[in-house]
């Protein structure tokens, strides 16, 4: 079993829907949990990140963590043309130099 | 300010040959990453540098040594290439020690025949 799991879609939605991304993991040492965002042929770029439990919003993205379940995820709201990207979870704790990545979910948001 | 960045783009190499991938960063970062990515497997670390003048293994370090020739650049050693490191490679940085926050360069496509 890895230790994030992330469903590789391809997610297709049309342009203006909120698009949900999740990622689940096994390792409750996980402190902080990330989303990346990857164009095609490009090195992926930080979204955002989140501390422990709890939401965090920033614009048209919302990321969510349930510790409990071990369960993170990422909302894009009225979702572009231009957030179609490739999505990648990532998770490390505190201190820690080793992150570990999702395989990354490809989405693609139609005009 | 060019962030991190990669040579060569792209390289082919025959099995058996030697190459040299290099990385550096102008953001006076301390500590700096290496990352192969696969087709479903997601971002690997191959090794890591916490600081100028450590390095240490990451997840998948067999076949490849590093250097951290200084405080902006990290290099990347293939001494014998084989087909199973045919790959994207990227070189990431962060401030300091939580890795939360990495920036990664443009990446480097290898092939190996």
Redesign the interface.
């Known amino acids: 079993q890895k230790e994030v799991e992330q469903d590789p879609g391809p997610l297709s939605v049309p342009e203006g829907a909120i698009v949900s991304l999740n990622c689940t993991y096994s390792n409750s040492a996980f402190q902080y949990f990330m989303w990346y965002r990857q164009y095609s042929r490009k090195g992926p770029e930080l979204l955002m990140y989140t501390y422990s439990s709890g939401n965090k919003e920033d614009g048209r993205f919302t990321a969510q963590v349930d510790k409990s379940s071990k369960y993170i995820s990422l909302f894009i709201r009225d979702s572009q043309p231009s957030d179609s990207a490739t999505y990648l979870c990532a998770m490390t704790w505190t201190g820690g130099f080793k992150t570990i990545f999702g395989a990354g979910t490809r989405l693609f948001v139609k005009a | 300010n060019a962030g991190?960045t990669q040579t060569p783009k792209f390289q082919v190499l025959k099995t058996g040959q030697s190459m040299t991938l290099q990385c550096a960063q102008d953001m006076n970062h301390n500590?700096m990453?290496w990352y192969r990515q696969d087709p479903?497997?997601?971002?690997?670390?191959i090794y890591?540098s916490?600081s100028e003048g450590t390095t240490?293994k990451?997840?998948v370090p067999n076949g490849y040594n590093v250097s951290r020739l200084n405080k902006r650049e990290f290099s990347l050693r293939l001494e014998s290439a084989a087909p199973s490191q045919t790959s994207v490679y990227?070189c990431?940085s962060s401030e300091q020690?939580?890795?939360?926050?990495?920036?990664?360069?443009?990446?480097t496509r290898l092939t190996v025949t």
């Open positions: 991190v500590s990453y479903g497997m997601g971002l690997r670390l890591y916490a240490d990451g997840e990227f990431a020690g939580d890795s939360y926050e990495q920036y990664f360069g443009p990446g």
